[in-house]
């Protein structure tokens, strides 16, 4: 038997108790189309943040839209 080297998180475990249970798979689908709202949500939640703290305007999008940002690797 393997065990995990670090404990679950508080997420973890509370999503492990509360789906102990199979779910239909239109449930399943509903589950993580939910997760994924949530998460996505944090995410332009804190992308907005950033926005606000550096005072960024749509010209600043458009730079770095069209900046490349990494290097590709030479072979």
Same mark, same amino acid.
Not at 13 to 21: A, G, M, N
């Given at each position: 038997?393997?065990?995990?080297?670090?404990? %679950?998180?508080? @997420?973890?475990? &509370?999503?492990?108790?509360?789906?102990?249970?199979?779910?239909?798979? +239109?449930?399943?689908? /509903? %589950?993580?189309? @939910?997760?994924? &709202?949530?998460?996505?949500?944090?995410?332009?939640?804190?992308?907005? +943040?950033?926005?606000? /703290?550096?005072?960024? @305007?749509?010209?600043?999008?458009?730079?770095?839209?069209?900046?490349?940002?990494?290097?590709?690797?030479?072979?």
């Amino acid at each position: 038997m393997q065990t995990i080297a670090q404990p %679950l998180t508080n @997420t973890q475990l &509370e999503i492990l108790k509360t789906f102990s249970h199979k779910l239909g798979e +239109k449930d399943l689908i /509903e %589950l993580r189309k @939910t997760l994924a &709202e949530f998460f996505a949500k944090r995410a332009i939640e804190a992308a907005n +943040k950033v926005w606000d /703290e550096k005072g960024w @305007t749509d010209k600043d999008v458009d730079r770095l839209l069209n900046t490349k940002l990494r290097k590709r690797q030479q072979k």
